[in-house]
């Protein structure tokens, strides 16, 4: 039950706001967010747990939507910096293993 | 400093032939995993490890071997069952499997070709 992440790619200019979305079919217990640029590993930004908090990391920040089983990472005053891909991680348990979504690609343009 | 160490970075396979893919951690972490990434896929577990001596498959173990004979190594074997190796293989760790509030910590890599 791979997770869902929406947009699969967005392309911004510095400075503009973007928003990427992770849904999941099963109930979660926590969100992972990571980013990756080309070639290299991913970097983890932040996780969330069930409980609707939002957590921040400099201008991204992201919530955690139990009830409707899904996450939102949000990026504002983007900086060219932040291009990747970034890729949700959801834990539904006990298993104690993330399964990641697919991946969605920020490109930021000067 | 600590950190994940994968080698080597590039393999080159030839076909029918099983290779092994390095992968050491001196973050003292318990639980290690291994992730394949194929482009457009997202990263897919292969493997994941919390303790000594015991590991458990994941989502697509079939052609892969691991073990885990040290806390600080968990290997992985690519054997010739595995159709379709080409990808790039991530090894992760967690300071135990069920963390509240801790990531994962990647390595670098290791980008598998066959021949």
């Known amino acids: 039950q791979q997770p869902v992440q929406s947009p699969q790619a967005v392309i911004l200019r510095e400075g503009e706001d973007a928003v990427i979305n992770c849904s999941s079919s099963?109930?979660?217990?926590?969100v992972h967010w990571y980013r990756q640029k080309h070639g290299e590993a991913p970097v983890f930004l932040m996780i969330l747990l069930k409980g609707g908090e939002q957590k921040g990391h400099e201008k991204i920040s992201a919530s955690f939507n139990e009830k409707k089983q899904q996450s939102s990472l949000y990026l504002t005053a983007s900086q060219l910096s932040y291009s990747g891909t970034y890729f949700c991680?959801?834990?539904?348990?006990?298993?104690?293993?993330?399964?990641f979504g697919k991946g969605t690609k920020l490109s930021v343009k000067p | 400093d600590g950190g994940i160490t994968q080698s080597p970075k590039y393999l080159f396979r030839k076909e029918g032939q099983n290779v092994t893919l390095s992968c050491e951690q001196n973050?003292?972490?318990?639980?290690m995993y291994w992730y394949r990434q194929d482009p457009g896929q997202g990263l897919r577990l292969i493997y994941y490890s919390q303790i000594v001596n015991d590991f458990q498959k994941g989502d697509i173990a079939e052609g892969y071997s691991v073990s885990r004979e040290k806390k600080e190594s968990f290997p992985l074997t690519v054997t010739s069952a595995q159709k379709n190796p080409t990808a790039f293989y991530l090894c992760a760790t967690r300071r135990a499997l069920m963390t509240v509030g801790d990531g994962y910590t990647f390595g670098s890599g290791t980008r598998l070709t066959v021949v």
């Open positions: 099963k109930a979660l217990y926590s």
């Open positions: 973050l003292n972490h318990d639980a």
């Open positions: 991680g959801t834990e539904w348990g006990s298993q104690g293993n993330l399964i």
